[in-house]
């Protein structure tokens, strides 16, 4: 597997010519810059929500999932962290163009 890049909470490796897998981390990002701390489990919470939306909007908006599932990531030739690290943090995606999307909440008092 071939290493791509790591942006500010995931990395991201090649499998092949149409698939990627992503680990989420737990490192920490404000303002566009990675922190010196983690916080534990916040990846794994980060692709389990990432996980829901894909699949409860995928009827409206097709997307690169492919799966979380544990059997499926076993088979992939990982030898980075351990299996209990990247149980519940690893996801398997098909190659696609990114269509750049930000949602912004603002509050006002």
């Given at each position: ?6 942006g ?16 989420t ?10 922190l ?24 409206i ?5 492919i ?8 088979k992939?030739p ?32």
């Open positions: 597997m071939k290493y791509l890049c790591s500010k909470v995931r990395d991201i490796y090649e499998l092949d010519n149409s698939c990627l897998v992503f680990i981390t737990d490192r920490i990002s404000a303002y566009d810059h990675i010196p701390n983690n916080i534990l489990g916040k990846g794994k919470v980060l692709t389990q929500m990432s996980i829901f939306w894909m699949e409860f909007l995928s009827d908006v097709p997307n690169h999932f799966s979380a599932n544990e059997a499926d990531i076993r992939i990982l030898n980075i962290g351990t299996p209990d690290y990247l149980k519940d943090r690893t996801m398997l995606v098909q190659k696609a163009n990114m269509f750049d999307i930000e949602c912004i909440r603002l509050i006002r008092k």
